[in-house]
């Protein structure tokens, strides 16, 4: 692939092989030329490493014991090891009699319907469910507390749980693990059960959790369980009630995930439990034009240090995946900065769903790259349902030719089909031009639902036509284009829109580790606040 001019690199450098400096080195990475000799100084490769010192992510091992969890323990008054340990006993001995009873009520009904749709489950979810505790759905949701469905992510649903603790979201991903047969009005409604996720894939995914939970911008990790059980009222109804809107906002919407009136007591789920991000994109009001710029720089900004960090792509970075926040008060804007557009309008943005993604940690060469293959499910390629299944394509057309140029539907109907390298396509190589195609989409989705005044619309066009010119996925053959998310930072940068202060930080930037609202039921082997096993990182 050829190149017009010199590629500036963007963070630190690593060693790549060809195909992936082709990636990343686009036909060339555009020379702002906003603001003549007004420009800010260019964020340097040695300078941006300070993103690394400021935001890395800490790291979580399966395992181990939060320091400061032992301490609390001696301090607050709880139960010593030996007891904590004595109380795991019985409650081991206790699911173990449950197991067995469930077991024996499973085997004297399999003659029955309701176990006709079931997958095997010995074995399979090991690896997933060794260590975490067992809850039930009353123990999430008990009598009193708020459960709402609010999201339909990759493979899995999203909840908010609130109660008198707090507030947060639930990622309730199915395990390989039976469930009540569809009934007969189920199956003419066209109701189409989401297989339950691979055991590597979620691995895959908490493991990029964790990689970003101490990123600002990313989504702050609680703590994980295991759910398992039939559901309660309240569960069967937030569901009811999501699709009913659903409907309404589309008709032709299909049902992916089963009703929860169809769980038996074998049914199993992974439940990450997170931090509440606010209102989803799709759901926000876009009425001031300082929400346009801080949303989209925000974003931008969060990419670029998890693309320096561990050289990530979201890959699935829709409105339905970005949620707003109203952190602080908007404020006026400073006049005596009159090119600076970022921090005034008090939103702060999160990043959801990494169930797509792709990740590594650059200082483990041990371990390969987390990235889900995208190659086992071709009708991601192939719909146009959506909006977004757009920038599917550009992202598998971007790997299949190396440029820009976006293949039909029809053409991404052959799996693992050779790349322009001669090479099957893999979805493990770094390519960080996706978080490019991602933000040109929230670009674009910005500027088509603000709903604010006209004339401010048109200026924040116009301020930002350049930039666009190097975004749009859809530019003229030759036109110099972005290569990363840390390329639209440093352009913004440069044309003074951003300070330095505010992508490099000040040095004390730390992120709050939040606790689980989650309480297991009296007399069990944990009835307290669960601490999760992020640590506060002050840098």
């Given amino acids: 692939m050829s190149r017009a001019g010199t590629v500036r690199q963007y963070g630190k450098q690593t060693k790549r092989?060809?195909?992936e400096?082709?990636?990343?080195?686009?036909?060339?990475s555009p020379v702002n030329k906003i603001g003549g000799e007004k420009k800010v100084a260019v964020l340097r490769g040695g300078e941006i490493d300070e993103l690394s010192e400021l935001v890395a992510a800490v790291r979580i091992r399966d395992g181990e014991e939060d320091p400061s969890e032992a301490d609390d323990a001696q301090s607050d008054g709880s139960a010593p090891k030996q007891l904590e340990e004595e109380a795991a006993q019985i409650t081991e001995e206790t699911n173990k009699e449950i197991r067995e009873e469930?077991?024996?009520?499973?085997?004297?009904?399999?003659?029955?319907?309701?176990?006709?749709?079931?997958?095997?489950?010995s074995g399979i979810t090991e690896g997933v469910e060794d260590g975490l505790r067992i809850l039930t759905w009353d123990d999430v949701c008990p009598f009193g507390d708020k459960i709402e469905k609010i999201a339909e992510a990759s493979y899995a649903e999203v909840y908010r749980v609130t109660n008198p603790r707090g507030t947060s979201i639930i990622k309730v991903i199915r395990l390989k693990s039976p469930i009540r047969a569809q009934t007969k009005a189920q199956e003419r409604s066209g109701l189409v059960d989401e297989e339950p996720h691979d055991e590597d894939d979620l691995i895959g995914e908490l493991r990029i959790s964790e990689w970003l939970a101490d990123i600002p911008g990313f989504v702050v990790y609680k703590d994980r369980y295991i759910v398992r059980g039939k559901a309660p009222k309240t569960l069967v109804e937030t569901h009811q009630g999501f699709h009913r809107r659903m409907k309404r906002k589309d008709p032709d919407r299909l049902q992916f995930y089963p009703s929860p009136s169809r769980y038996l007591e074998d049914t199993k789920f992974l439940v990450v439990e997170l931090g509440d991000a606010g209102t989803a994109l799709e759901d926000f009001g876009l009425e001031s034009v300082d929400q346009l710029w801080d949303i989209f720089l925000l974003v931008a900004i969060a990419l670029a240090r998890a693309e320096d960090l561990i050289l990530f792509e979201h890959r699935d970075l829709h409105e339905g995946n970005l949620c707003i926040r109203q952190a602080n008060p908007p404020r006026s804007r400073d006049e005596s900065l009159p090119d600076v557009h970022f921090g005034y309008s008090g939103l702060d943005i999160t990043i959801l769903d990494y169930g797509l993604s792709r990740a590594e940690d650059e200082d483990d060469s041990t371990t390969p790259p987390v990235a889900y293959d995208l190659e086992k499910d071709l009708s991601l390629f192939t719909s146009t349902h959506a909006d977004q299944c757009r920038v599917y394509r550009q992202m598998r057309s971007f790997l299949l030719r190396g440029d820009r140029k976006c293949l039909p539907a029809s053409q991404h109907t052959k799996p693992y089909a050779p790349a322009f390298d001669g090479d099957p396509i893999s979805w493990t190589v770094f390519a960080p031009y996706t978080n490019v195609l991602?933000?040109?989409?929230?670009?674009?989705?910005?500027?088509?639902h603000f709903s604010g005044e006209r004339k401010e619309l048109t200026r924040f066009k116009r301020l930002t036509k350049e930039m666009w010119t190097h975004l749009n996925p859809g530019a003229k053959a030759g036109t110099p284009c972005f290569g990363s998310a840390g390329d639209v930072v440093r352009f913004a940068v440069e044309a003074g829109w951003i300070?330095?202060?505010?992508?490099?930080?000040?040095?004390?930037?730390?992120v709050e580790r939040e606790d689980s609202i989650v309480v297991e039921e009296e007399g069990g082997s944990a009835a307290r606040l669960r601490r999760s096993p992020r640590q506060r990182r002050v840098d």
């Fill in 17 to 19: 092989s060809r195909a």
């Fill in 102 to 121: 469930t077991d024996t009520e499973t085997e004297s009904k399999s003659v029955e319907d309701e176990t006709s749709h079931t997958q095997e489950t």
């Fill in 438 to 448: 991602w933000l040109a989409y929230i670009y674009e989705y910005l500027v088509a």
């Fill in 499 to 510: 300070l330095e202060s505010h992508v490099v930080g000040d040095g004390s930037t730390f």
């Fill in 21 to 28: 400096r082709l990636f990343a080195e686009l036909p060339q």
